[in-house]
């Protein structure tokens, strides 16, 4: 038969055996959610990572197109611009031209009549010099005019330019924002078992249990039997009288 302190103490051994490995699944467990989760974190931060590099990406796209739009009406506008004021310029050149070519036709005119009629002296001087001195007056206002207009294509030049320049410089690269890439999370691991720790403290535990039962016993006046002293309850004790 088995000694019931014994079987007690075996008994208390198992059960706490049983309990730590509960524990040690209970554990696991929790450890498998945790780890479940920050997957499951990671995975969604990986994904909202990538998004927003796409979203950037896209947004640099646009802004290029953008700029590069920009660029070629400012070019083209400006071009244009440019070829009124050199047209206009051509146009005043030209009207300038013909202006001092009919002057001058009519001083030649002016001229020939005056040697035609067959006068001379001083009159007939003073008035050939007074034909050449409105000629060289009306080709000088001509030239002076046809300057200034020169000068104002130049400064409309400009301003064209700088238009041109300001319409391109409206539009700036955009800086795409980094997103660094997220931590990977570092797993927890699991426990395979109890371990001889466990199993030593099992032990222990009934180790104990067996001795404060054989304590207990003892104090309530239950003695292991002997040849003269048999056992005399249920339990395998001698009961003392």
Same mark, same amino acid.
Not at 48 to 71: H, Y
């Given at each position: 038969m088995c000694d019931p302190v014994i079987g007690l103490g075996i008994l208390s051994a198992g059960l706490s055996i049983m309990q730590q490995r509960a524990?040690?699944?209970?554990?696991? @467990?929790?450890?498998?959610?945790?780890?479940?989760?920050?997957?499951?974190?990671?995975?969604?931060?990986?994904?909202? &990572?990538? @998004?927003?590099? &796409?979203?950037?990406?896209?947004? +640099?796209?646009?802004?290029?197109?953008?700029?590069?739009?920009?660029?070629?009406l400012a070019n083209e506008d400006y071009e244009n611009r440019i070829a009124q004021i050199n047209l206009g310029m051509m146009q005043e050149s030209a009207a300038s031209a013909q202006q001092k070519k009919e002057a001058q036709k009519?001083?030649?005119?002016?001229?020939?009549?005056?040697?035609?009629?067959?006068?001379?002296?001083?009159?007939?001087?003073?008035?050939?010099?007074?034909? *050449? *001195?409105? +000629?060289?007056?009306?080709?000088? @206002? %001509?030239?002076?005019?046809? @300057?200034?207009?020169?000068?104002?294509?130049?400064?409309? +030049?400009?301003?064209?330019?700088?238009? *041109?320049?300001?319409?391109? %410089?409206?539009?700036?690269?955009?800086?795409? *924002?980094?997103?660094?890439?997220p931590l990977k999370p570092m797993m927890r691991g699991k426990s395979s078992g109890i371990g001889l720790v466990g199993y030593l403290s099992a032990g222990l535990s009934g180790a104990t249990t067996a001795l404060s039962a054989e304590a207990s016993l003892g104090q309530a006046g239950y003695a292991r039997p002997t040849e003269a002293n048999p056992a005399n309850t249920w339990f395998g004790r001698y009961k003392k009288v």
């Open positions: 524990a040690v699944q209970a554990q696991n @467990a929790q450890i498998d959610f945790e780890n479940q989760v920050a997957q499951q974190q990671y995975d969604q931060q990986v994904l909202q &990572t990538t @998004a927003n590099r &796409t979203g950037e990406e896209q947004q +640099k796209l646009l802004q290029e197109d953008l700029i590069a739009q920009t660029t070629s009519e001083f030649l005119e002016g001229r020939g009549e005056v040697l035609a009629s067959g006068r001379v002296g001083n009159s007939v001087s003073s008035l050939l010099a007074d034909y *050449r *001195r409105q +000629k060289a007056a009306f080709d000088y @206002a %001509t030239d002076r005019n046809l @300057a200034f207009s020169g000068a104002a294509a130049t400064q409309d +030049k400009r301003g064209a330019a700088i238009e *041109r320049a300001g319409r391109i %410089t409206s539009q700036q690269p955009y800086l795409e *924002r980094m997103f660094l890439d």
